[in-house]
Each structure stands twice: as C-alpha cells, then as structure tokens.
C-alpha cells in the first residue's frame, strides 16, 4: 500500500464518521483494533463513536494535518461544537468549545488497526 492510498482510506474514514455511517465502519476499522493500548474491538470503537455523537451532536472531525508513512497515519484533527453535558471530566453543557486531537493510527491490511490518541484538553479548559 503506497502513502497516497493509505491518506485517501484516512480521508474516507473521517468522512465516514461525519457522515454517521456506522454501518461501513468496518470497511476503515479492524476487527481487533485497539485504542490507547485497549483492545476494543470493531463493535466497542463503534460503540464508543456513537456515545461521541451523542454526548456532541454536532461532531465533525476536521482535519487540519495529515502525515502518510505506510503503515502509520499521523493526524491533527480539530474541533469546533457543543458537547450537551459533562466532556472530559469538564461542564461544557451546551457551550461552544474549540479543541484539537493529534491521533496515531497504525494500518493493517488497509485498516485501522491500532489508534494512539490525545485531546488538548488544556485548550478546552481555557474556554471555560
């Protein structure tokens, strides 16, 4: 798999999760993917995407850099929306908040095998 494949299924992953497609999850996610050294697995990412999208309903994932070295994805993701309630630990309740998330993926056989991730959280408290 050459970098230029690996960025555009990384493209059509985070258009898949804007789109709320859950249902083609599977096409971007492994079946033993893991996240922050937890094993999750298709089912649990999935599951904890939808708790994303319910805690923020007006989540997208913006990307704002993207770096390709097959088989590792390096991206900043940022942010801008209204988590309803409590969001790390923090009482948003409904305030607009702007934030960052610099994720590390690693591929295996075209997917999304292993996810290394890290929210600025120190910005978000600088809103509140």
Known sequence: MTDLDLGDIYRRYLACLNQRDWASLGQFVGDEVT?????????????????????????????????????????????????????????????????????FYTFRDAKIAEVWSVLDKAAIEAQI
């Open 35 to 103: 996240h922050n050294g937890r094993p999750f697995g298709l089912s649990g990412y999935r599951r904890m995407l939808e708790q994303d999208v319910l805690e923020i309903p007006d989540l997208q994932f913006n990307l704002e850099l993207l770096v390709v070295e097959a088989p590792t994805i390096a991206s900043r993701l940022q942010f801008d929306c209204t988590p309803a309630g409590i969001f790390l630990g923090l009482p948003i309740n409904g305030r607009r908040i702007k934030f960052a998330e610099n994720v």
